[in-house]
C-alpha cells in the first residue's frame, strides 16, 4: 500500500462500497452536517495527479478548508472516482479514503461536499456542491507477450486479411492499453501495414512479426495460396428497400471447375449512383442511411459481381402524444413493470432510487391510461429499489434491494394474489448481500445482477415461497474490475450489458452454442 501526504484533516474517512451505481450509496445527511458543508469552500487533495498501477490500493489523504483556510469539521464529503478505480464512490468523515486502481486508462477524481438542497446539486442530485478535481491515471501491469489470433480467411493472393493479437500482461491478463504494430519478412510475398492489414501479393512463405511498444514480440509464419476464384455470383442482382432496412445478399466466389471457394475474404465496396451512405458488411448485409440508387460490389483477382439496390425513405416521425402523469416528485422512480393482473386489471409497478428515499415499490392502476391510480405501495429495508419484474403469469413479482441497513439486500418475492395489494413472500440475501441491481425472470429461472461480484446469478423459482441458488456465470472468473449493470432474455439467450465491457450474450436454452 501506498500513502500520499502528510496532510491531517479533521473531517475525512471512508465508507467503502462498491456499488455499480455510485447514486445508490449516497449517505443522508443531517440538517447540521449540511450546514457544515457550506462552510467547505475547498477541497484540497495532497498530491496534484494520482498515479497508481492496476490492482494497487493506495491511500489518499484530502482536507476540507473554509474561506480562512481553517479545517472544517461536521460536514460531509463525497468522492466520485471517474476513472478506472473503486469505489466509485466514497463517503469521507476522517483524514483519509482509499482507492483501488481497476481499470487502466485517465480520469478524474471529483470532490464534493454535501449542503442544504437549495444551495447546491451535482449529477442531478440536490444538496450537493462540487469543490475539486484530481487529475488521475490507473497503469497496467507490464506486458510480457503477444498472442497471436489465427487469420480468418485463408491469406490467397489478391485478398487482404486483418492480423490479430493479444498483449498479455505478466499476470496472465489482457494489456488494457498496449498497442501492436506488425512488419512483413518479405514485402513482396504479402505486405502488412502497421496497424496489421495483410495483403497476399504472391504465392510463398513469409514471417509476419508483431511487437508492442517495450520489446515484445511473437511471429507468424503465414502461407500465401494462388487465387483459384474465376467467378462470383451475387443475389439478388437487384433489390429495393427502405433506409434503415438490411439487404442480405448470398455472395459465391467459384473456381475454375464451378466449386465454391469458401475460405477467401472477398473485397466487398459500395458505391452511390444517386445517393450517398450505404454501407455493406463482410456477411454480405447492406444496409443504407441515405435514399438513393447503390451499386454493390464483390471482387477478388479478375472476378467480380454487382447489384443494385433502391433505397427509398421510410416513414417520417410520428408524434407522441402525452396520455397522462402519475407523478411522485417526493422520490426518484427507477425501473418499472406493466402487466394484466390475475383479476383483470392492468397495473404498473415501479421501483425508487436513493433521492428521496428508495425503500418502496409503488403499485399503480393503469387499466383506464388517462387516469393511473396510485394504489398501494410495498415498503422494503433498502435505500434503492431499483428494478422490479413479474412472472409470466402474473402469480408473483420480485424486487430488488441495494443498500439495506442491514447489508442483507438481495431480492424480495411478493405475492400477487391481490396485485392491487401485493405481500411479501419470500427474500433471498444469501450471497447476495452485496446488493441485486437487476433481474430478469424467464419461467422458474430468475437472472440476477449481483453488485457484490460483477456476477449474474441464477436462482431456482420453481417454487416463488422458497428460492433457491441454481449457478452463476462470470465474464472472467476472478476479475472484479468489470461491473454488470442489466440482463434481459428471450428465444433462449441472455444478453448481459457491461459498464465497461459491452454486450455479451449467452445461450440459456437456445440449444445452438451448448446452453
Not at 159 to 179: I, N
Not at 210 to 226: F, H, L, P, Q, R
Not at 245 to 258: K, L, Q
Not at 365 to 384: E, G, H, I, W, Y
Request: glycine content about 10%; proline content about 4%.
Amino acid at each position: 500500500m501506498t500513502r500520499f501526504g502528510t496532510m491531517r484533516a479533521a473531517a475525512l474517512a471512508v465508507l467503502l462500497t462498491s456499488a455499480v451505481d455510485a447514486t445508490a450509496q449516497m449517505p443522508t445527511a443531517t440538517p447540521e452536517q449540511r450546514t457544515a458543508g457550506t462552510q467547505v469552500t475547498e477541497i484540497r487533495f495532497a498530491t496534484e495527479e494520482l498515479v497508481v498501477r492496476r490492482d494497487e490500493t493506495v491511500t489518499l489523504e484530502v482536507t476540507l478548508f473554509d474561506a480562512e483556510g481553517n479545517p472544517v469539521e461536521g460536514a460531509i464529503a463525497l468522492i466520485f472516482a471517474r476513472a478506472g478505480f473503486s469505489p466509485s464512490l466514497s463517503i469521507l468523515s476522517g483524514p483519509s479514503i482509499e482507492l483501488t486502481g481497476q481499470q487502466p486508462g485517465s480520469g478524474s477524481l471529483i470532490a464534493a461536499i454535501m449542503v442544504p438542497e437549495s444551495d447546491g446539486s451535482m449529477f442531478g442530485l440536490a444538496g450537493v456542491r462540487q469543490l475539486a478535481t484530481l487529475p488521475v491515471t490507473v497503469l497496467d501491469h507490464p506486458a510480457a507477450s503477444i498472442e497471436l489470433d489465427d487469420l480468418s480467411h485463408t491469406p490467397y493472393t489478391g485478398t487482404s486479411l486483418q492480423m490479430s493479437g493479444t498483449v498479455m500482461t505478466d499476470r496472465g491478463a489482457k494489456h488494457a492499453t498496449a498497442s501492436i504494430s506488425w512488419r512483413s519478412s518479405d514485402p513482396s510475398v504479402a505486405a502488412v501495414t502497421g496497424s496489421g492489414i495483410l495483403t497476399g501479393l504472391a504465392a510463398g512463405t513469409v514471417t509476419v512479426s508483431a511487437s508492442t511498444e517495450n520489446g515484445i514480440t511473437a511471429d507468424a509464419t503465414i502461407s500465401v495460396v494462388e487465387n483459384p476464384v474465376r467467378s462470383i455470383s451475387m443475389t439478388p442482382g437487384t433489390a429495393s428497400t427502405r433506409t434503415g432496412d438490411v439487404v442480405e445478399f448470398d455472395i459465391v466466389a467459384r473456381d475454375v471447375e464451378g466449386r465454391a471457394v469458401t475460405d477467401i475474404a472477398l473485397d466487398l465496396a459500395v458505391s452511390g449512383l444517386e445517393g450517398n451512405g450505404g454501407f455493406v458488411f463482410e456477411d454480405g448485409t447492406f444496409v443504407a442511411e441515405e435514399t438513393g440508387a447503390y451499386r454493390v460490389l464483390a471482387s477478388t483477382g479478375p472476378a467480380s459481381a454487382a447489384a443494385i439496390v433502391e433505397v427509398s425513405a421510410r416513414q417520417g416521425p410520428v408524434a407522441v402524444e402525452l396520455v397522462a402523469h402519475g407523478p411522485r416528485a417526493d422520490v426518484a422512480t427507477s425501473d418499472l413493470w406493466v402487466f394484466e393482473g390475475r383479476d383483470g386489471e392492468d397495473y404498473a409497478y415501479t421501483g425508487t432510487h436513493a433521492q428521496g428515499g428508495g425503500q418502496r415499490m409503488f403499485v399503480w392502476r393503469v387499466t383506464d391510461p388517462t387516469n393511473p391510480v396510485l394504489v398501494d405501495s410495498v415498503v422494503v429495508d433498502a435505500r434503492v429499489v431499483n428494478d422490479v419484474k413479474v412472472s409470466d403469469d402474473a402469480s408473483w413479482a420480485i424486487i430488488t434491494r441495494e443498500n439495506a441497513s442491514t447489508r442483507r439486500n438481495g431480492i424480495v418475492v411478493l405475492d400477487l394474489e391481490d396485485p392491487a395489494h401485493p405481500t411479501v413472500m419470500a427474500e433471498m440475501t444469501d450471497g447476495l448481500t452485496g446488493g441485486i441491481h437487476n433481474v430478469w425472470i424467464m419461467g422458474d429461472i430468475v437472472y440476477a445482477v449481483n453488485d457484490g461480484t460483477n456476477a449474474m446469478n441464477i436462482i431456482d423459482m420453481s417454487d416463488p415461497a422458497n428460492p433457491q441458488h441454481a449457478g452463476r456465470w462470470e465474464l472472467r472468473p476472478g476479475e472484479t474490475n468489470k461491473s454488470l449493470h442489466d440482463v434481459w432474455a428471450e428465444n433462449g439467450y441472455a444478453y448481459l450489458s457491461y459498464w465497461d465491457d459491452g454486450l455479451v450474450i449467452l445461450d440459456v436454452g437456445a440449444g445452438r452454442h451448448g446452453g
